[in-house]
């Protein structure tokens, strides 16, 4: 296995000339995006137009078809890296929580701590404990899963996910499972993560999100990236036809 050997001044993520097939159906057709250390990049588009399978090709939860992605300077798609020790360094959110319905929340906390990073069980308590609190859910922690709303799961997914001590955090769609009232607690959560200088790529249908904490927009359509720029300004002032047909029906 390659070691991850990480390069200080690459950008967080680096996509070039991204394939990906299903098949005969080519879902991404030669995406080139980077994402810089440090901000929040908002991937918005129709259903279909592939911004799941963009966001899954960059942890290789989908084998892109070609072309290269880099994490922090290590390429992702290299076949000998230590994928493992990779996704170690990203964490990702899901729409669905993917929470252990038989552990409580703390020990869905801990359990990849001890696994997968070696730590010590008091010490991946304690990691565990200090993001509960920070998703404003330290009193929770003997909950199981199903005693939880689904607003209150995907905040336990995201303090999951920084238990792991991440450089990068990705989200897809981590909104649309829940009711919209559940909605607001986990954009704050979210935000706050933003605030603190956490490098995120989201996949989001939240345009007031994307207006307020986003650095960059992406709006993808057919597998491609249709345009790009500055939140306000692509949702203020689109340039292409394609976007401002899909803004004017959700905007």
Do not use: W
Request: glycine share 8%; aromatic share 4%.
């Amino acid at each position: 296995m390659s070691q991850i050997t990480v390069d200080e001044n690459a950008p967080a993520i680096d996509v070039q000339q991204l394939h990906k097939y299903f098949g005969d159906n080519q879902v991404l057709t030669g995406i080139d995006f980077h994402v810089d250390r440090g901000t929040v990049v908002c991937v918005i588009g129709p259903s279909g137009s592939g911004k799941s399978t963009l966001l899954r090709c960059i942890n290789r939860l989908e084998e892109p078809t070609s072309g290269k992605v880099f994490v922090e300077g290590v390429e992702v798609t290299d076949p000998d890296i230590d994928l493992d020790a990779l996704r170690a360094r990203i964490g990702m959110v899901f729409q669905q929580f993917n929470l252990f319905p038989h552990l409580s929340v703390l020990d869905n906390l801990t359990v990849a701590q001890t696994k997968v990073k070696k730590r010590k069980k008091d010490e991946a308590v304690e990691v565990a404990r200090r993001n509960l609190e920070k998703v404003g859910l330290a009193e929770r922690e003997d909950s199981y899963p199903a005693h939880l709303s689904g607003g209150q799961q995907q905040r336990i997914a995201i303090a999951r996910a920084l238990s792991m001590d991440p450089d990068l955090m990705l989200f897809d769609e981590p909104t649309s499972a829940l009711d919209p009232e559940l909605v607001g607690d986990v954009l704050g959560v979210m935000k706050d993560l933003a605030s603190e200088g956490m490098t995120m790529m989201v996949v989001t249908h939240e345009m007031g999100f994307a207006r307020e904490v986003g650095h960059k927009l992406v709006f993808m359509d057919g597998g491609v990236i249709v345009e790009e720029g500055d939140p306000r300004t692509v949702l203020g002032d689109p340039q292409e036809e394609r976007t401002q047909s899909f803004l004017s029906k959700v905007l």
